[in-house]
């Protein structure tokens, strides 16, 4: 009779302990999952925080790029205008 409480009773256990193992793989599992799902959404933020910077610094460039052509146009404008460089270059297409 003793046996047959002993061998029930590790059967028990042992059903108990393969529950546990099962739901700690399960809970292991749905944890590694979550944590690649949030790591990929964080690299995406990350690229597109990324892009955005770039796009930024583009713009700011090319308004910088234009100034610099505008200064250097309305440079020009100035010294065509100029009667000392009008002549200079008179004097040098003669030449």
């Not at 059967?11 to 979550?34: E, H």
């Not at 020009?76 to 460089?85: F, K, M």
């Amino acid at each position: 009779m003793a046996s047959t409480v002993s061998s029930s009773s590790g059967s028990a256990q042992f059903g108990l302990r393969a529950q546990l193992v099962t739901a700690g793989v399960v809970v292991l599992a749905v944890v590694t999952l979550v944590t690649l799902v949030l790591l990929n959404v964080a690299e995406r933020r990350l690229e597109e925080q990324a892009f955005d910077q770039l796009r930024s610094v583009r713009v700011t460039k090319a308004a910088n790029i234009e100034s610099e052509v505008n200064d250097f146009i309305g440079s020009l404008g100035v010294v065509s205008t100029s009667r000392s460089a009008t002549q200079s270059l008179s004097e040098l297409s003669s030449a």
